[in-house]
């Protein structure tokens, strides 16, 4: 019993120290190159089209309680203001335990720097509200070394919603073969709760970039392979991260890879990734292979996303949309 009660203590111990650290983190996702808005809120209203997209990702679908994140955004030009204004939400799940729901809406005016080179500008603001489950853990005041039964624990801080105002500024560059930008996510994030010292998420930097290249001529279309490569740099305080990964495009289908290394830790992942487009609708799925990880799975990370655009409400005039995977 007293083994068992260790055991129990040790798993709490290592659950709280978790959850110390993942209020500060922010979910992110392997499909970059496909969920854009998430990557960069500049690229709101880049199909010039309204658009919706949507995806779900699921880590360590091995673990008990797992991890999840659901996503799905609108983005739309609008020509009375002449702006792109878009919205998404995200609800991430975290073991069962830590649930975060953020709402975040997004303004963007676009600039024309030269006759084919562009700037985006972009500001993004919503709320963050932050839950444990307290259902899902064990204290020290729940176990007894003679007795498998749990008793009431009286701890009560864990079981106050947090509501956070992150505000998100982005810019982009671009042309019709290349895009490079950056955004700073949670810029300015306060908690507001009465009579709860202050505190804020971390401050987030992405750099996310890309170009397009094809292997042969437009009259050989028949043949014609086009390359998106990209890049992703990701730094925080809790976590960094370097993304890069090619997608090739022959016809209606898209398929390449990625590789993501962690930073500082020892931790690298294999991205393999798949998509099939029509012209108004697209699918993607991508399985991450983890190469030096703890928890021993060949493919512990799926993410599968879907995507509809729109016919025009009314269309600007511009010279053409950065092209990029699945655009």
Same mark, same amino acid.
């Given at each position: 019993?007293?083994?068992?009660?260790?055991?129990?203590?040790?798993?709490?111990?290592?659950?709280?120290?978790?959850?110390?650290?993942?209020?500060?983190?922010?979910?992110?996702?392997?499909?970059?190159?496909?969920?854009?808005?998430?990557?960069?809120?500049?690229?709101?209203?880049?199909?010039?089209?309204?658009?919706?997209?949507?995806?779900?990702?699921?880590?360590?679908?091995?673990?008990?309680?797992?991890?999840?994140?659901?996503?799905?955004?609108?983005?739309?030009?609008?020509?009375?203001?002449?702006?792109?204004?878009?919205?998404?939400?995200?609800?991430?799940?975290?073991?069962?335990?830590?649930?975060?729901?953020?709402?975040?809406?997004?303004?963007?005016?676009?600039?024309?720097?030269?006759?084919?080179?562009?700037?985006?500008?972009?500001?993004?603001?919503?709320?963050?509200?932050?839950?444990?489950?307290?259902?899902?853990?064990?204290?020290?005041?729940?176990?007894?070394?003679?007795?498998?039964?749990?008793?009431?624990?009286?701890?009560?801080?864990?079981?106050?919603?947090?509501?956070?105002?992150?505000?998100?500024?982005?810019?982009?560059?671009?042309?019709?073969?290349?895009?490079?930008?950056?955004?700073?996510?949670?810029?300015?994030?306060?908690?507001?709760?009465?009579?709860?010292?202050?505190?804020?998420?971390?401050?987030?930097?992405?750099?996310?970039?890309?170009?397009?290249?094809?292997?042969?001529?437009?009259?050989?279309?028949?043949?014609?392979?086009?390359?998106?490569?990209?890049?992703?740099?990701?730094?925080?305080?809790?976590?960094?991260?370097?993304?890069?990964?090619?997608?090739?495009?022959?016809?209606?289908?898209?398929?390449?890879?990625?590789?993501?290394?962690?930073?500082?830790?020892?931790?690298?992942? &294999?991205?393999? &990734?798949?998509?099939? &487009?029509?012209?108004?609708?697209?699918?993607?799925?991508?399985?991450?292979?983890?190469?030096?990880?703890?928890?021993?799975?060949? $493919?512990?990370?799926?993410?599968?996303?879907?995507?509809?655009?729109?016919? $025009?409400?009314?269309?600007?005039?511009?010279?053409?949309?950065?092209?990029?995977?699945?655009?």
């Amino acid at each position: 019993m007293i083994t068992k009660s260790l055991k129990y203590l040790f798993f709490e111990i290592l659950l709280l120290l978790i959850v110390s650290f993942v209020q500060a983190q922010i979910p992110d996702f392997s499909q970059s190159h496909t969920n854009l808005i998430y990557s960069n809120p500049a690229f709101a209203g880049i199909y010039n089209c309204p658009h919706a997209y949507t995806s779900y990702r699921t880590k360590y679908a091995s673990i008990a309680g797992g991890y999840s994140t659901n996503f799905i955004s609108f983005d739309m030009y609008m020509s009375a203001i002449k702006s792109d204004i878009g919205a998404y939400v995200i609800h991430d799940i975290q073991n069962s335990i830590f649930y975060s729901t953020l709402f975040q809406g997004i303004y963007a005016k676009e600039f024309q720097l030269r006759k084919k080179l562009f700037l985006k500008t972009a500001l993004a603001g919503g709320v963050v509200q932050t839950k444990i489950q307290t259902q899902h853990l064990v204290f020290s005041d729940m176990l007894h070394p003679f007795s498998d039964d749990f008793e009431q624990t009286k701890e009560e801080f864990f079981d106050k919603n947090k509501w956070y105002f992150p505000i998100e500024p982005a810019f982009l560059v671009y042309s019709d073969n290349f895009f490079c930008g950056i955004t700073i996510k949670n810029l300015q994030a306060k908690q507001r709760e009465k009579n709860i010292e202050n505190s804020s998420l971390q401050r987030v930097y992405s750099l996310y970039g890309g170009t397009e290249f094809s292997t042969t001529k437009a009259f050989t279309k028949r043949y014609l392979v086009t390359m998106h490569p990209y890049v992703n740099v990701t730094l925080s305080e809790m976590f960094s991260y370097t993304q890069f990964g090619m997608i090739a495009q022959k016809g209606r289908v898209q398929f390449g890879g990625g590789y993501r290394q962690n930073l500082p830790f020892d931790a690298e992942s &294999f991205e393999v &990734f798949v998509g099939f &487009f029509e012209k108004k609708f697209k699918f993607a799925y991508n399985c991450d292979i983890s190469i030096n990880s703890y928890i021993k799975n060949n $493919c512990n990370s799926h993410e599968i996303s879907l995507s509809y655009e729109f016919d $025009c409400i009314a269309k600007r005039k511009k010279y053409e949309a950065v092209k990029a995977p699945l655009f």
